[in-house]
């Protein structure tokens, strides 16, 4: 079983920042796509962004310029780092990992983290 444990969310007011982690856990051949999707109150679950095995990455339009994902492969973790934050990007936040297991392929997620952004 794989797990993934998520951190560094909470509250902070318009114009900060935040820095989230994933560490991903347990029987792991390799993680593929590590990613952050966020769900708002009353709104679909969306992509953030995500960042390949060889870090090619992909953002959602709301947050280019402002978000940097990174990973490190060593670790199995991800990051997120946000920056210029405004109450717009208030959602909990998950992590998603495409984990290899013995040959195949599942999706993983995280139990989310909270972030929740001031006027």
């Known amino acids: 079983q794989v797990r993934l444990v998520e951190s560094g969310g909470g509250l902070v007011q318009a114009g900060g920042s935040l820095r989230l982690s994933c560490a991903a856990s347990?029987?792991?051949?390799?993680?593929?796509?590590m990613g952050w999707y966020r769900q708002a109150p009353g709104k679909q679950r969306e992509l953030v962004a995500y960042?390949?095995?060889?870090?090619?990455?992909n953002y959602a339009d709301s947050v280019k310029g402002r978000f940097t994902i990174s990973r490190d492969n060593a670790e199995n973790t991800v990051y997120l780092q946000m920056n210029s934050l405004s109450p717009e990007d208030t959602a909990v936040y998950y992590c998603?990992?495409?984990?290899?297991?013995?040959?195949?392929?599942?999706?993983?997620w995280g139990q989310g983290t909270q972030v929740t952004v001031s006027s």
């Open positions: 998603n990992a495409v984990v290899v297991v013995f040959s195949k392929a599942y999706d993983f």
């Open positions: 347990g029987i792991i051949f390799k993680i593929n796509h």
């Open positions: 960042i390949t095995r060889d870090g090619t990455t």
